[in-house]
C-alpha cells in the first residue's frame, strides 16, 4: 500500500476549519483572528519554504549543509525560548542559554540515536538527522522555556524566603532549591502528560504519518517509541541544564540573589 499523494488544492477544503475558528473568535468577541491569521500564513510559508529545501538537502547528502541546517534550526529554538520568557535575563543571555541548551540535549540526542539505534548510511544523511532533531528540539523547547520561566518567575516571587536563607548560610544552590525543583517539574510535565496519554488518548504524529504511508502498525509502534524515549531524555537534559544555568546566572560567587540581571518584565 503506498501513501495517498496531496495536492495543495486538496487542502484548500480542510483549510476552512481554520477558518471557522476565526469567525468564532469574531463572533464570540476573542480577538484571536489576526493572531489565528498570522499564525496560519507563517505555519504555510514555513513549512513549504522547508519543503523545498529538505528536497534539495536529501539529494545533496552534504555534512557541511546538514550541519547549516541543524544550527539554524538551533537558532531559530533559541529564539522561540527568549520570546516565550515573561522574565528576561538581560542582555544576550537568554539567547545564548537558549541555543546553548538546545544544541546540548538536541546535538547530544540525535547522535546518539543516529549512532546506535538508526544507523543510516552515511550517519549525517539529512533524511534521518534533521527530522529527527527537529522533533526533539520541539519539545526540548518547551521545557527549556517553562523550565526558565517558572525559574524567574519563582524567584521574584519567593524573594524574601531565597534571601532568608541566603542570609542564614545556606549554599546559593541549596536556597534556590524548592524554586529550582519546581521548574524542573514544570519542564518535565508536558512530556511526562504527553507519554501517559499516547495510544490510549491520542495517536501520536509520526505513527500515525506512518500508518497512513502503508508501514505495519507495529513498526510504526516500534519507531513512535524510539522518538519519545528520545524526547524525553532530551527534555530532561535541555531543561536541567537550563534551569542550573539560570539559577548559576541569577545568584553570585557571594551567594547573593541577584535579580538585578532579569530584564524589564514583558507580557511573555
Given at each position: 500500500?503506498?501513501?495517498?499523494?496531496?495536492?495543495?488544492?486538496?487542502?484548500?477544503?480542510?483549510?476552512?476549519?481554520?477558518?471557522?475558528?476565526?469567525?468564532?473568535?469574531?463572533?464570540?468577541?476573542?480577538?484571536?483572528?489576526?493572531?489565528?491569521?498570522?499564525?496560519?500564513?507563517?505555519?504555510?510559508?514555513?513549512?513549504?519554504?522547508?519543503?523545498?529545501?529538505?528536497?534539495?538537502?536529501?539529494?545533496?547528502?552534504?555534512?557541511?549543509?546538514?550541519?547549516?541546517?541543524?544550527?539554524?534550526?538551533?537558532?531559530?529554538?533559541?529564539?522561540?525560548?527568549?520570546?516565550?520568557?515573561?522574565?528576561?535575563?538581560?542582555?544576550?543571555?537568554p539567547y545564548g542559554l537558549g541555543a546553548a541548551c538546545t544544541l546540548l540535549a538536541g546535538g547530544?540526542?540525535?547522535?546518539?540515536?543516529?549512532?546506535?539505534?538508526?544507523?543510516?548510511?552515511?550517519?549525517?544523511?539529512?533524511?534521518?538527522?534533521?527530522?529527527?532533531?527537529?522533533?526533539?528540539?520541539?519539545?526540548?523547547?518547551?521545557?527549556?522555556s517553562l523550565g526558565l520561566d517558572v525559574l524567574t518567575n519563582g524567584l521574584v516571587q519567593n524573594?524574601?524566603?531565597?534571601?532568608?536563607?541566603?542570609?542564614?548560610?545556606?549554599?546559593?544552590?541549596?536556597?534556590?532549591?524548592?524554586?529550582?525543583?519546581?521548574?524542573?517539574?514544570?519542564?518535565?510535565?508536558?512530556?511526562?502528560?504527553?507519554?501517559?496519554?499516547?495510544?490510549?488518548?491520542?495517536?501520536?504524529?509520526?505513527?500515525?504519518?506512518?500508518?497512513?504511508?502503508?508501514?505495519?502498525?507495529?513498526?510504526?509502534?516500534?519507531?513512535?517509541?524510539?522518538?519519545?524515549?528520545?524526547?524525553?531524555?532530551?527534555?530532561?537534559?535541555?531543561?536541567?541544564?537550563?534551569?542550573?544555568?539560570?539559577?548559576?546566572?541569577?545568584?553570585?560567587?557571594?551567594?547573593?540573589?541577584?535579580?538585578?540581571?532579569?530584564?524589564?518584565?514583558?507580557?511573555?
Amino acid at each position: 500500500m503506498s501513501y495517498i499523494q496531496l495536492t495543495y488544492g486538496d487542502l484548500a477544503l480542510p483549510a476552512l476549519l481554520v477558518l471557522m475558528n476565526g469567525v468564532l473568535s469574531l463572533v464570540l468577541h476573542l480577538r484571536l483572528e489576526r493572531n489565528l491569521l498570522i499564525a496560519t500564513v507563517r505555519m504555510c510559508v514555513q513549512l513549504v519554504l522547508v519543503g523545498y529545501v529538505l528536497t534539495i538537502l536529501f539529494a545533496t547528502v552534504s555534512p557541511l549543509w546538514t550541519t547549516v541546517a541543524a544550527v539554524a534550526m538551533v537558532l531559530f529554538a533559541s529564539r522561540e525560548v527568549a520570546a516565550r520568557q515573561k522574565r528576561k535575563l538581560s542582555g544576550l543571555w537568554p539567547y545564548g542559554l537558549g541555543a546553548a541548551c538546545t544544541l546540548l540535549a538536541g546535538g547530544t540526542i540525535t547522535i546518539f540515536a543516529l549512532l546506535t539505534q538508526l544507523r543510516p548510511e552515511p550517519w549525517y544523511h539529512p533524511r534521518y538527522a534533521l527530522p529527527l532533531l527537529g522533533m526533539i528540539l520541539g519539545n526540548t523547547m518547551t521545557g527549556i522555556s517553562l523550565g526558565l520561566d517558572v525559574l524567574t518567575n519563582g524567584l521574584v516571587q519567593n524573594r524574601a524566603a531565597v534571601e532568608a536563607r541566603l542570609a542564614l548560610g545556606s549554599h546559593r544552590y541549596t536556597a534556590l532549591l524548592p524554586v529550582i525543583r519546581d521548574s524542573l517539574r514544570s519542564g518535565f510535565m508536558p512530556t511526562i502528560n504527553a507519554m501517559a496519554a499516547m495510544g490510549l488518548v491520542a495517536l501520536p504524529g509520526m505513527m500515525t504519518g506512518q500508518i497512513l504511508a502503508g508501514a505495519d502498525p507495529v513498526d510504526a509502534v516500534k519507531y513512535q517509541l524510539l522518538i519519545m524515549f528520545l524526547i524525553s531524555g532530551g527534555t530532561g537534559l535541555g531543561t536541567l541544564a537550563a534551569v542550573l544555568a539560570g539559577a548559576y546566572r541569577l545568584t553570585d560567587d557571594r551567594h547573593r540573589l541577584r535579580l538585578d540581571r532579569l530584564g524589564p518584565e514583558t507580557g511573555g
